[in-house]
């Protein structure tokens, strides 16, 4: 049961799931669509489930107007059912049935993009997680799986293309102007994979012949004019087929395959079944419009998307709670994906510390906070709030450690049967790790606790080194802090992968003793199961430096005493690169966190030469890849910083890594000119890897050398913004410009290229998004400015990309000027807040858990944000996304 008055959340527990009482083998639908009234017709074939505990139909609604309901052809009687709460209940159904249901809804007045909804003029549908019921009544919970068939009828001149799921079996005109479009999607699907679209667009398309040899039909649907920016999601379509075909054996098991691109998008993409509904963002590029993180983005959503159609639609969930079955897995598959494409060892790497930087910068904090939450949660108040870094990232870490603990092959095998088992089916994360042990035939009961534990686990390390006996020992224990609602953590299995290095540098082959270990491996993979452990290798002539956690082979934070110079060493000689990188991020942060406590203090800043040494080696080593360099040179990010600290000061923080920035540029001038005109990427623009690293390097040069005041490197940054030929070089200038700080002539510089970007660009809504985005990260941007840029004409809350341009930038990305001590960004963030409830609850709660960690912060800013959070949580009619999320932090 759940409820529509906010004011009383109603929490949703995992432990209270009951089968449907009914199932539902087909159904046929019909739309006719109209933005102010769309009829909808509902045909239903349903039947008893003798094993469910439940004995009404039991059908949910939201937003409807019901028109007729019928079983059997009969109107159901008043008396026989009830609509409470969203509820439609009907008691004495016979046991088979055929229940007819007609709504009307109102597509246009839809602004929460939830159900079917009007974006410039074209219609729309987001189902996932509880949107058909803003269609029509139905048992809308995904383990409830039907065969559907869709008709489609609209005016023929403003809704030219009307599409659904599956096949086309029929289109034709009709009277008034009108016409038809028949659909039939032949697999079942739960209801949040349903989709329509109808409106003016235009696709590029072509056949694509499988590996089996057959042909499928590709198309990517635009609006008229945007058939520029289409090659790049296409390109990436076929790779993803190819792909999945060869890395997992799935094919593409539909005749056609849509891709279709829209501006106004809660999230990133949709895997409707046949008919991907994608945010613009993720869909359209060209050199001119996209950056190369855009070319990147595009590539691995179109693939997440895709691979869903194994992970998430033929095997779907049982219930919501079990979200990270299809996310974690199909994230994992996605990053995979990308680092195969690439295909060297260091892009792999490269791509592997890109995702762990997320994980650690967003999930992680996510886990020390008031939503802290299980890889499979116990319960909700609103699921679309559960759509988090820790379903998906994390997630995808669970699934990453079945494949480091079974191998490449034995995660093959553990997929086939999990396939095998379940194809059609709607199961439960422990299906999954039930096919991953009996393929296996590994004990993975103890694995259990990473969906069950919520919080970051921390493993500490020991080291002993016994010259006498030639043995190392390395002694880990664990813990894990305590999280809302679960005090006591027990141990989890935990994959620790190791190698030790010599003084040249180079790995040992690794004996472990009481393991079998293969011949000369030099990483093995420790398993830490118990609170504490001891690991003894043998034959080691002298003491070595270990390289723990290869790989982030574990979602955990690794404490371990490193002397500087052994991570000098790490940095300089790991033949593992993540461990490679992390060193340099190790020795980075410990100089971070006590410049932050100088700034704390009032003392003088300063930057030893041996890190500044270090650096400056690794940005000179030209036998490294710039992407692997781009990365050892970019330093933990604020927030990062953050997170090592009690109480955080933002402002002491940003200070603390400013200095940073500008002593390495003031040491490294040289070696960054150098790194600049090295990597210049002249000639025709690709977003390949080997280039888009060129630039990246590059332009991360660049933005170091703009730290200090220089007239000649200020023009470097000008001519670069006036001579690029590719977004991603005209971006990095005019980030770099505005973020100098220097004299009032470039300023007014600075201003200028500004206001040109938005001239040039004006008709690019995607680009006009990074416009905001930059003025809203600035380093001299404040909420005044935030509210002075809302008013801009080109500035709309009602459309996501553009509130996340500014407002979200603003408070997740520009720290020190969100925390400023008078409480101006926080009294933004509630009025934004608040403002955004009205339109798109979705939205709102997503830039409501900006606070979700206000208890970290000194006193005086403690008590703004609690009067902030108090606010929002007063607000009249608040949606339960946003109560739930706000209530949750206040009561931290
Ligand atoms: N499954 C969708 C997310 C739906 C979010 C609903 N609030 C996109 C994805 O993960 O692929
Ligand atoms: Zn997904």
Redesign the pocket.
């Known amino acids: 049961m759940r409820t529509d008055t906010p004011s009383t959340p109603l929490t949703i527990y995992r432990k209270d799931y009951i089968a449907p009482g009914f199932w539902v083998d087909t159904v046929e639908m019909g739309f006719d669509l109209d933005p102010i009234a769309t009829h909808v017709a509902t045909r239903m074939t349903m039947r008893r489930n003798p094993e469910s505990s439940e004995k009404d139909i039991v059908l949910f609604g939201e937003s409807l107007k019901l028109l007729q309901l019928r079983i059997n052809g009969v109107s159901v009687k008043k008396s026989s059912y009830s609509i409470e709460n969203g509820i439609l209940r009907i008691r004495n159904a016979p046991d088979e049935l055929t229940l007819d249901i007609e709504t009307l809804i109102q597509p246009a007045k839809n602004t929460s993009l939830?159900g079917l909804y009007v974006s410039n003029n074209n219609f729309f549908t987001?189902c996932?997680?509880e949107?058909f019921r803003k269609i029509t009544f139905f048992p809308d919970r995904p383990d409830v799986m039907a065969k559907y068939t869709v008709m489609l009828r609209g005016d023929k001149k403003k809704y030219p293309v009307l599409l659904s799921n599956g096949n086309l079996i029929a289109e034709g005109d009709l009277p008034g102007g009108r016409h038809f479009a028949k659909w039939e999607d032949p697999f079942k699907k739960p209801s949040?994979l349903f989709a329509l679209v109808a409106g003016k667009l235009v696709c590029q398309q072509e056949k694509y012949k499988l590996k089996s040899g057959r042909k499928v039909l590709l198309q990517v649907w635009v609006e008229d004019g945007n058939l520029d920016k289409t090659q790049h999601a296409m390109d990436s379509l076929k790779n993803s087929i190819r792909w999945d075909e060869e890395r997992f054996g799935l094919e593409l098991d539909l005749d056609r395959f849509m891709i279709v691109a829209v501006s106004d998008f809660?999230?990133?993409?949709?895997?409707n079944k046949g008919l991907n509904i994608f945010n613009t963002k993720y869909v359209l590029a060209n050199p001119s419009i996209a950056t190369d993180v855009d070319y990147a983005g595009i590539e691995s959503?179109v693939g997440?998307?895709y691979f869903?159609n194994w992970t998430?639609n033929r095997v779907t969930c049982r219930d919501w709670f079990q979200l990270s079955l299809?996310?974690g897995l199909?994230?994992f598959r996605d990053q995979e994906f990308s680092a195969d494409l690439v295909g060297t060892a260091t892009g792999r790497a490269v791509k592997r510390i890109e995702d762990v930087r997320l994980l650690r910068q967003v999930q992680f904090s996510e886990d020390a906070g008031p939503m802290a939450h299980p890889v499979r949660p116990d319960s909700f108040v609103e699921?679309?709030n559960f759509?988090t870094v820790t379903i998906?990232e994390k997630g995808s870490e669970v699934v990453r450690m079945y494949y480091t603990l079974l191998g490449h092959d034995g995660f093959r095998k553990g997929m086939d049967l999990y396939f095998q088992r379940h194809d059609g089916q709607a199961v439960e994360c422990d299906d999954f790790r039930a096919a991953m042990a009996d393929s296996s035939g590994r004990n993975l009961k103890q694995f259990e606790r990473w969906y069950s534990q919520a919080g970051t686990p921390r493993v500490k390390v020991e080291s002993s080194y016994d010259k006498a006996s030639k043995t190392y020992e390395l002694t880990l224990s664990q813990s894990c802090p305590a999280t809302p609602g679960q005090s006591k953590k027990l141990p989890f299995h935990i994959p620790v992968a190791v190698g030790l290095l010599n003084s040249n540098g180079k790995d040992l082959v690794l004996n472990l003793e009481g393991q079998a270990t293969p011949s000369k491996a030099t990483t093995v993979v420790l398993e830490l199961t118990s609170a504490k452990q001891t690991f003894r290798f043998t034959g080691v002539a002298k003491k070595p430096v270990p390289s723990i956690l290869r790989n982030f082979s574990a979602p955990v934070v690794l404490e371990y005493e490193y002397t500087d110079e052994e991570l000098g060493h790490l940095l300089a000689h790991d033949s593992d690169a993540f461990n490679r990188w992390e060193a340099g991020q190790r020795l980075a942060m410990r100089r971070l966190v006590k410049l932050t406590k100088s700034v704390l203090q009032g003392e003088a800043l300063e930057l030893d030469s041996m890190f500044v040494e270090a650096l400056r080696s690794t940005l000179n080593d030209r036998t490294l890849d710039p992407s692997f360099r781009e990365l050892v040179l970019t330093l933990p990010s604020e927030a990062m910083v953050a997170e090592e600290f009690k109480e955080v000061n933002p402002q002491a923080i940003h200070q603390a890594r400013q200095f940073m920035r500008s002593s390495l540029t003031q040491q490294l001038r040289a070696d960054l000119l150098t790194a600049y005109e090295e990597n210049l990427t002249p000639g025709k623009y690709s977003p390949d890897a080997v280039s888009a690293a060129k630039r990246g390097l590059k332009n991360l040069a660049l933005s170091y050398l703009l730290e200090w005041p220089e007239d000649a490197t200020f023009a470097l940054a000008k001519t670069q913004f006036d001579e690029a030929q590719n977004m991603t070089d005209r971006l990095a200038a005019l980030t770099a410009l505005t973020n100098f700080s220097g004299s009032a002539k470039n300023a007014k510089v600075s201003a200028q290229a500004l206001q040109k970007f938005f001239r040039d660009f004006k008709k690019e809504a995607l680009v006009i998004d990074k416009w905001f985005m930059l003025q809203g990260t600035a380093r001299t941007t404040d909420a005044a400015k935030v509210r002075e840029l809302m008013k801009h004409p080109a500035f709309t809350l009602s459309n996501p990309n553009r509130a996340r341009s500014l407002a979200f930038s603003f408070c997740n990305a520009n720290p020190s000027r969100f925390h400023a001590a008078d409480g101006s960004g926080y009294a933004l963030w509630a009025d934004l807040v608040v403002a955004l409830n009205k339109l798109n609850p979705?939205v709102a709660a997503r830039l409501a858990r900006s606070l979700d960690r206000w208890r970290k912060y000194p006193k005086a800013l403690q008590v703004q944000m609690k009067a902030a959070l108090q606010r929002v949580a007063d607000t009249s009619k608040l949606s339960k996304d946003v109560l739930e999320v706000v209530t949750k932090a206040l009561a931290s």
Not at 266 to 271: I, K, Q, S
């Open positions: 939830s987001q996932e997680a949107g949040y809660n999230m990133g993409a949709m895997e959503v997440h998307e869903h998430g299809k996310e199909t994230v699921i679309n759509y998906y979705q």
